[in-house]
Every structure is written in C-alpha cells, then in structure tokens.
C-alpha cells in the first residue's frame, strides 16, 4: 500500500484497504437488515432504533430506552424469521441500550 500525503475519500480509502472493506461490508449489511424490517417496528419506536454490528451471524440492535427494548425483544421471533425471508440471516438479534451521553 502505498502512502498519501493528502486526503482520500472514505470510499476509495475502503477499496484500497482489506481492512476498511470488510467493515464497509458489515456496516452495509447492518443497514441493510434494519431497513428490511423497519415495516415491522411500530412507527412510534422507529426513530429509537439503529443498526449495530453484526459478527459470526448475531445482528445487534441498538435502542434508545430500557422500554424500547424491551418491545422489541417482544418482536425478536418475528424480525428473524422475515429477515430469514428476504435471504438476510441473522442467527440471533441482540439489542442493547446505548448509554446517554450526559
């Protein structure tokens, strides 16, 4: 790899690099899988709802509130198996509260 002494874009500097890449993937997929079941989130907690990583087929999902999710730990069952539709496995579907920044 050859070094810059002036900045790249993100997309080139990911093409160039095995590392960003996969990232790129992932952060891709991630996306993909939330915009997949956004149908399925009731509209008042979509806006509460980001994609997080995925690694060895657990998708997380981050959430904004305790109450968040726990509604979506309710809907877990039926994200799996629509995400398992549209091809987009998931092994499990984790979701974690982020922490507020205070």
């Known amino acids: ?3 810059r002494h002036q900045a790249i874009p993100l997309h080139q500097a990911a093409q160039e690099s095995p590392t960003f890449a996969r990232l790129a993937d992932l952060v891709r997929a ?3 899988r939330l915009k997949a079941i ?4 009731p509209a008042p907690l979509r806006a509460s709802v980001q ?5 060895d087929g657990c998708w997380c999902l981050l959430v904004s509130s305790n109450a968040v ?3 979506l730990r309710q809907l877990v069952p039926a994200l799996q198996a629509h995400l398992a539709q549209k091809d987009l496995h998931v092994t499990s579907i ?3 509260v982020q922490n507020r920044a205070g």
Do not use: C, Y
Not at 38 to 41: E, I, P, Q
Not at 51 to 55: K, L, Q, R, S, V
């Open 94 to 96: 984790r979701i974690k």
């Open 1 to 3: 790899m050859q070094r």
């Open 38 to 41: 956004s149908n399925l989130l």
């Open 51 to 55: 994609a997080g990583p995925i690694e």
């Open 30 to 32: 991630s996306s993909t």
């Open 69 to 71: 999710a726990a509604k």
